[in-house]
């Protein structure tokens, strides 16, 4: 079992939808990442959390510790947001741990 | 500011032919890592450095060298390409030792190994 599971592996939406991506692990953590890799191949950083929540746009990102779980929630999706979402989380050691990413496609 | 540079954007090699993967940062991150990407896997850390003069091992870092002489520049060396080489390479660096700063990654290499 992969210690950072992301669900789905495939999401297909219509525009405007609200996405939700899940994020669980099995280790101790003390920052987990949310990263975007587009259609190109490029990555990029959205959010990185320790706790609680941050926005950033139409993008939403949520941790809750106890339970071991990160969403990355997008709201009025658009087909610009088409793109692989990947989880990695940072354990106790300066090495991050990814998840196999979700693979996103929005439809006009 | 460039951000992470990567060359070149894509290679193929023999069996057994070594080569060096170039990875530069203009922003002074003390951060640097190497990972490759597989269909179907995550991210695996091959190398990683926490400043010049610094680097320790990841996850798979076996066929793999690298060395931190300058802040800006980590390359990665395959000493003799094997097929199971064959991947997608991502630089990536953040500010700081660790890795509870944002990461910019590089464009990544394409590789190929016959």
């Known amino acids: 079992k992969n210690e950072v599971e992301q669900s789905p592996q495939n999401l297909t939406a219509q525009e405007g939808e609200f996405i939700t991506i899940n994020c669980s692990y099995s280790?101790?953590?003390?920052?987990l990442h949310w990263l975007q890799q587009h259609p190109g191949g490029g990555i990029v950083s959205l959010f990185m959390?320790?706790?609680g929540k941050k926005k950033h746009g139409r993008l939403i990102a949520t941790i809750n510790i106890q339970e071991k779980h990160s969403s990355l929630h997008i709201t009025a999706s658009h087909p610009r947001d088409s793109a692989v979402y990947i989880c990695a989380v940072r354990g106790n050691t300066d090495k991050l741990i990814f998840g196999t990413g979700t693979r996103l496609q929005v439809f006009p | 500011n460039a951000g992470v540079t990567q060359t070149p954007k894509f290679q193929v090699l023999k069996t057994g032919q070594s080569m060096t993967l170039q990875c530069a940062q203009d922003m002074n991150h003390e951060y640097m890592s190497w990972y490759r990407q597989d269909p179907g896997m995550g991210l695996r850390l091959i190398h990683y450095s926490v400043g010049a003069g610094i680097t320790d091992q990841g996850e798979v870092p076996n066929g793999y060298n690298v060395s931190r002489s300058t802040t800006e520049d980590f390359p990665l060396r395959l000493l003799s390409a094997a097929p199971s080489q064959t991947s997608v390479y991502f630089c990536?660096?953040?500010?700081?030792?660790?890795?509870?700063?944002?990461?910019?990654f590089g464009p990544g290499t394409r590789l190929t190994v016959l």
């Open positions: 280790v101790g953590i003390s920052a």
């Open positions: 990536a660096s953040s500010y700081g030792q660790r890795t509870y700063n944002e990461q910019f």
């Open positions: 959390l320790s706790s």
